[in-house]
């Protein structure tokens, strides 16, 4: 009997120095000493700020304003992206008001493609950018024919040589990712058109738009090649972006957004008008605000 009392409390002693051994740890600031990162308490910050302070735009002729304003001519006032236009009302003067002209800056190129945006990146990070808005893809499926359009696989390799060239400069960049256009129902809108088609003869995306009034077999094969290849370029977007914690793609809003007469360019019937420009910094605004992707 001695020897069990000796042992309970030897046991009992023991178990004491633990609990007090715990309870130092957690009064004294170790491992302890607050909630843990992955408990319900924890408040990580916001990956996303929906209020950036600056804004770059790379791409082609649609964020430089081509043919909004003038024929054949580029008009970055209209830019749905940076443009100063009170009519367009762009993503830069919802987010930045009057700060606007100085805290954004316009590195899209009229006729670019997938393969030029790294460049495009690398100038725009000069300027240490918080937001970075991306629109592209649409020349890479306006070839001359179905066979000279980008591959999904390189689209692919170019999209992410350009984010990793931008998270070099720019880790912690918000990246904006909008869809290339449904150029099918572009093609469907401006056929009725005779003016739109006369310009379109002049090489307006002629994969989609050569032989406007053809509705052949081949014709429609043509196309159906090019629709194709775009929603292919647009899963591509999306996926890219989605790997990255601080992207957001449009989910594919500006590919569903049905552009009518008013909302492209008067003189192509393929451009997005002013109003077409308003209808993008719409979306665009959105999407960036939103509190979530």
């Known amino acids: ?23 130092g ?6 491992a302890s000493s607050g909630p843990r990162k992955d408990g319900p308490s924890a408040r990580p910050t916001p990956v996303w700020d929906a209020s950036p302070a600056s804004i770059a735009a790379v791409g082609d002729s649609i964020t430089t304003g081509f043919d ?3 024929v054949l001519s580029d008009c970055p006032e209209a830019s749905w992206a940076t443009g100063s236009s009170p009519e367009v009302d762009s993503l830069a003067v919802r987010l930045l008001g009057a700060k606007a002209a100085g805290r954004s800056w316009n590195y899209a ?15 725009a990070a000069a300027h240490r950018p918080e937001l970075v808005t991306v629109l592209v893809g649409a020349n890479d499926a ?25 998270r070099k400069t720019l880790p912690e960049a918000q990246v904006y990712v909008a869809s290339v256009p449904n150029l099918k129902r572009l093609w469907a809108q401006g056929r009725t058109s005779p003016l739109g088609r006369q310009v379109w003869k002049l090489g307006v995306c002629p994969s ?8 052949d077999a081949a014709a429609t094969l043509r196309r159906n090649a090019v629709q194709q290849r775009v929603e292919d370029y647009n899963r591509v977007l999306r996926e890219v972006c989605e790997r990255d914690r601080r992207c957001r793609s449009d989910g594919g809003a500006v590919h569903a957004y049905r552009f009518g007469p008013k909302q492209l360019s008067p003189w192509d019937w393929f451009h997005p008008s002013v109003d077409g420009q308003a209808r993008l910094a719409e979306i665009a605004y959105r ?4 509190r979530t992707a």
């Not at 070839?143 to 591959?151: E, K, N, Y």
């Not at 989609?208 to 509705?215: F, I, K, R, S």
């Not at 999407?287 to 939103?290: G, I, K, L, M, Y």
């Open 142 to 166: 306006c070839r001359d024919t179905v066979s000279a359009m980008t591959p999904v696989a390189d689209f692919r390799a170019d999209f992410q040589r350009a984010m990793s060239t931008l």
């Open 68 to 70: 909004a304003c003038t």
């Open 287 to 290: 999407t960036v605000t939103a």
């Open 208 to 215: 989609m738009l050569g032989d406007a009034q053809a509705t």
């Open 25 to 30: 740890c957690d009064a004294g600031g170790g």
């Open 109 to 123: 190129v009229t006729g670019a493609r997938m393969a030029d945006l790294p460049g495009q990146l690398a100038r």
């Open 1 to 23: 009997m001695r020897k069990r009392r000796h042992r309970s409390r030897a046991v009992l002693a023991v178990l004491a120095a633990a609990v007090l051994g715990v309870a």
